[in-house]
């Protein structure tokens, strides 16, 4: 796999690796309300950023393929998780079935992408442009 150094990968990787950092720290404060579901934020940020870094520096098709997708977990995490942060931080105690509903939802887009090859439903056409390499 080719792999070139891409001047947009490097701050993109380093905030990816901030938001992991951020989400250890969230891990040692647990206890407080609303710090899960900051980390799961912070988790599902890092993943999206990194693996976004990695596809920036491939110039392999299948390599950027498979990178969006893994990609996909966290763009897909923060979700039920921000309703959970915003309802424990205010006191509010979190409806299982409104997390398992949007959960769900996540679980289904990230299927969706990932058999893409299937039904085309994601992305329809996928190709590099040689014109722009980023």
Not at 60 to 74: A, C, P
Not at 77 to 89: D, H
Not at 108 to 129: Q, R, S
Request: some cysteine; hydrophobic content about 55%.
């Amino acid at each position: 796999m080719p792999w070139q150094i891409s001047p947009y990968a490097i701050p993109v990787a380093l905030s990816g690796l901030l938001a992991f950092a951020v989400a250890q720290v969230l891990w040692r404060r647990r206890g407080r309300p609303g710090a899960l579901a900051s980390m799961l934020i912070m988790v599902g940020a890092g993943i999206w950023s990194l693996g976004h870094a990695l596809e920036l520096s491939t110039d392999d098709l299948s390599w950027k393929i498979f990178l969006s997708k893994v990609q996909y977990l966290g763009i897909v995490l923060p979700a039920p998780a921000w309703w959970v942060f915003a309802l424990r931080v205010n006191g509010r105690r979190c409806d299982r079935a409104a997390i398992a509903f949007l959960a769900t939802m996540s679980a289904l887009v990230v299927a969706f992408v990932w058999l893409n090859g299937w039904h085309g439903l994601i992305w329809t056409k996928v190709e590099l442009d040689p014109a722009h390499p980023y």
